[in-house]
Nanobody
């Protein structure tokens, strides 16, 4: 089992940058594929980015491709999301998620563990 705690969310102006971090508990972090999702008010939770357990394969939603970068530090039990060129439509609660597996995954139903979320607000 793994527990996830996100941090780094805040209010930022459009065009700015922000880095989110997710700290994971447990000794088997390197066995988990990790993902970032987001949920805006009144909308379903949507996939943002994913990374495989080794950190050498990543996958992004089209809406963030080229602007966001997911990375992980298995020694430090963390996964990060660097967000550049932020847009107001990026405003949402961002969630970190984990599941055992060797690949990357992009459906919410594929993940077993979730953090509590961190709010990102991008102003005009």
């Amino acid at each position: 089992q793994v527990q996830l705690v996100e941090s780094g969310g805040k209010l930022v102006q459009a065009g700015g940058s922000l880095s989110l971090s997710c700290a994971a508990s447990g000794r088997t972090f390197s066995s988990y594929a990790m993902g970032w999702f987001r949920q805006a008010p009144g909308k379903a939770r949507e996939f943002v980015a994913a990374v495989n357990r080794n950190g050498d394969t990543t996958y992004y939603a089209d809406s963030v491709k080229g602007r966001f970068t997911i990375s992980r530090d298995n020694a430090g039990n963390t996964v990060s999301l660097l967000m550049n060129s932020l847009k107001p439509e990026d405003t949402a609660v961002y969630y970190c998620a984990a599941r055992m597996g060797i690949d990357f995954y992009y459906y919410t139903s594929e993940y077993d563990y979730w953090g509590q979320g961190t709010q990102v607000t991008v102003s005009f």
